[in-house]
C-alpha cells in the first residue's frame, strides 16, 4: 500500500503538466549521433513550442530529462529521442524518418539560429534573456507537422484544441516506431486527414471551418511542404493562399518550421496585451500597439515575444477562464 503513494516523477519541465512517461523498453537502440551546441542550450526551451498540451500524443518528457518525438518525415515516420550528455547532445531514432529526423537534428535544436543578432532594448527583455541563455529557436523543416495544430487552435480555447488534437492524432494516426509503440502517435498522413468522415471532426470537437481548411491544406500537402526551402516571409505567403490560414495561422506554424525568429503573431487574443502591460503597462494594447512596441526588435521580433512571456510578466486577470466548449456532445 505504501507503494501507491510514492512520488512518480512524471511532471514535464518543458511546458507543464502531468504526462505519460514511457518505460525504457529492451528494445533494440536505434540509430544514434551526437552533436555539441556552441554555447548553452535548454531542450525544454527549445523544444517546448512543439509539444500541444500535456497529453500531446506525438511529444513526451521522461523523468531523466529526455525529450521524445514522433514525427511524420518525407521519407516516413520516424521516433527521436534527444537527451543531453555532458556538454553535448545525443539523438536516437527509430524507424524509417530516423535517418532523417538526426540528419536534421542541428536545426531542430537551434543550429541555424542566431541569438547573438539580439539586442534587448528594454531591461525586462534583457533580464529574461540572462536569465534564459538556452533559449533557441528550433526548426523542424517540417510544415503539416506545426500547421494542422495550429488549425486547430484556431478561436477555440487551448483545451478544446489540445484535446482534438489529441483525439484525431490517437484515432487516424499510427503507432511510433521503437521503444515507445502503443504509448506514442505518428500524426495521420495527407491522405488519412483528408478522409477522416465529418462526424469524427464533431466528435473531437473541430467545427466545420477549421475542419475545411485542414482538407483544403492536405489537398496541396507536397506545395506547402516546399515552403520549407523558402525565406519565412514567401512561406507565409503560400500558406495563406490556403482558404482559412491567414497571419496568426502562418506566423504559428513558421516559427516552428522554419525557426523565423522575425514572424510575430498577430491576430491572438492575449499576446498584445502582455507585449503592452510588459513593455509600457498598457493592458488593453492591440496589434497596432504591440508592433509598434517592437519596433526596435525589428528582425527579432518573435524572440522578443518569447522572452516577455518567460518573464512571467503578465497582467492580472480580470474575468473568468473562458468555459471550454465541446460541440461533440451537441
Given at each position: 500500500m505504501a507503494g501507491r503513494f510514492v512520488h512518480r516523477p512524471t511532471r514535464t519541465t518543458v511546458r507543464g503538466g502531468d504526462v505519460?512517461?514511457?518505460?525504457?523498453?529492451?528494445?533494440?537502440?536505434?540509430?544514434?549521433?551526437?552533436?555539441?551546441?556552441?554555447?548553452?542550450?535548454?531542450?525544454?526551451?527549445?523544444l517546448g513550442p512543439l509539444r500541444r498540451g500535456p497529453g500531446d500524443p506525438t511529444f513526451r518528457v521522461t523523468a531523466d530529462g529526455s525529450v521524445w518525438r514522433a514525427s511524420l518525415t518525407p521519407v516516413g515516420p520516424g521516433t527521436l529521442r534527444v537527451f543531453a550528455y555532458g556538454g553535448e547532445v545525443r539523438g536516437e531514432a527509430w524507424g524509417p524518418g530516423g535517418a532523417w529526423l538526426l540528419e536534421r537534428l542541428p536545426e531542430m535544436l537551434g543550429a541555424a539560429d542566431d541569438p547573438d543578432?539580439?539586442?534587448p532594448r528594454h531591461r525586462l527583455v534583457a533580464v529574461a534573456q540572462h536569465r534564459r541563455p538556452g533559449l533557441r529557436l528550433t526548426r523542424t523543416g517540417l510544415v503539416l507537422e506545426s500547421l494542422i495544430p495550429s488549425v486547430l487552435e484556431q478561436k477555440v480555447t487551448t483545451d478544446e484544441a489540445y484535446r482534438a488534437w489529441r483525439s484525431l492524432v490517437r484515432k487516424f494516426g499510427s503507432p511510433a516506431p521503437g521503444p515507445v509503440g502503443g504509448r506514442m502517435?505518428?500524426?495521420?498522413?495527407?491522405?488519412?486527414?483528408?478522409?477522416i468522415p465529418s462526424?469524427?471532426?464533431?466528435?473531437?470537437?473541430?467545427?466545420d471551418k477549421r475542419a475545411s481548411t485542414i482538407l483544403r491544406a492536405v489537398r496541396v500537402a507536397a506545395r506547402l511542404e516546399q515552403a520549407v526551402s523558402m525565406p519565412a516571409e514567401e512561406a507565409r505567403a503560400r500558406l495563406e493562399v490556403v482558404p482559412g490560414v491567414g497571419p496568426w495561422t502562418s506566423a504559428e506554424t513558421v516559427q516552428r518550421s522554419h525557426g523565423a525568429a522575425d514572424a510575430v503573431t498577430?491576430?491572438?487574443?492575449?499576446?498584445?496585451?502582455?507585449?503592452?502591460?510588459?513593455?509600457?503597462?498598457d493592458r488593453d494594447a492591440d496589434d497596432s500597439v504591440m508592433l509598434s512596441l517592437l519596433e526596435p526588435y525589428a528582425g527579432q521580433r518573435h524572440r522578443?515575444?518569447?522572452?516577455?512571456l518567460l518573464s512571467g510578466r503578465t497582467p492580472a486577470r480580470r474575468a473568468p477562464k473562458m468555459p471550454r466548449g465541446d460541440i461533440g456532445k451537441l
Amino acid at each position: 500500500m505504501a507503494g501507491r503513494f510514492v512520488h512518480r516523477p512524471t511532471r514535464t519541465t518543458v511546458r507543464g503538466g502531468d504526462v505519460v512517461v514511457p518505460r525504457q523498453a529492451s528494445a533494440a537502440a536505434g540509430r544514434m549521433r551526437s552533436w555539441v551546441p556552441e554555447g548553452p542550450l535548454d531542450l525544454g526551451l527549445v523544444l517546448g513550442p512543439l509539444r500541444r498540451g500535456p497529453g500531446d500524443p506525438t511529444f513526451r518528457v521522461t523523468a531523466d530529462g529526455s525529450v521524445w518525438r514522433a514525427s511524420l518525415t518525407p521519407v516516413g515516420p520516424g521516433t527521436l529521442r534527444v537527451f543531453a550528455y555532458g556538454g553535448e547532445v545525443r539523438g536516437e531514432a527509430w524507424g524509417p524518418g530516423g535517418a532523417w529526423l538526426l540528419e536534421r537534428l542541428p536545426e531542430m535544436l537551434g543550429a541555424a539560429d542566431d541569438p547573438d543578432a539580439f539586442v534587448p532594448r528594454h531591461r525586462l527583455v534583457a533580464v529574461a534573456q540572462h536569465r534564459r541563455p538556452g533559449l533557441r529557436l528550433t526548426r523542424t523543416g517540417l510544415v503539416l507537422e506545426s500547421l494542422i495544430p495550429s488549425v486547430l487552435e484556431q478561436k477555440v480555447t487551448t483545451d478544446e484544441a489540445y484535446r482534438a488534437w489529441r483525439s484525431l492524432v490517437r484515432k487516424f494516426g499510427s503507432p511510433a516506431p521503437g521503444p515507445v509503440g502503443g504509448r506514442m502517435w505518428v500524426m495521420p498522413a495527407p491522405r488519412a486527414w483528408a478522409l477522416i468522415p465529418s462526424w469524427e471532426w464533431h466528435r473531437a470537437g473541430v467545427d466545420d471551418k477549421r475542419a475545411s481548411t485542414i482538407l483544403r491544406a492536405v489537398r496541396v500537402a507536397a506545395r506547402l511542404e516546399q515552403a520549407v526551402s523558402m525565406p519565412a516571409e514567401e512561406a507565409r505567403a503560400r500558406l495563406e493562399v490556403v482558404p482559412g490560414v491567414g497571419p496568426w495561422t502562418s506566423a504559428e506554424t513558421v516559427q516552428r518550421s522554419h525557426g523565423a525568429a522575425d514572424a510575430v503573431t498577430v491576430g491572438d487574443l492575449h499576446l498584445p496585451g502582455i507585449v503592452g502591460w510588459a513593455l509600457a503597462g498598457d493592458r488593453d494594447a492591440d496589434d497596432s500597439v504591440m508592433l509598434s512596441l517592437l519596433e526596435p526588435y525589428a528582425g527579432q521580433r518573435h524572440r522578443a515575444a518569447r522572452l516577455i512571456l518567460l518573464s512571467g510578466r503578465t497582467p492580472a486577470r480580470r474575468a473568468p477562464k473562458m468555459p471550454r466548449g465541446d460541440i461533440g456532445k451537441l
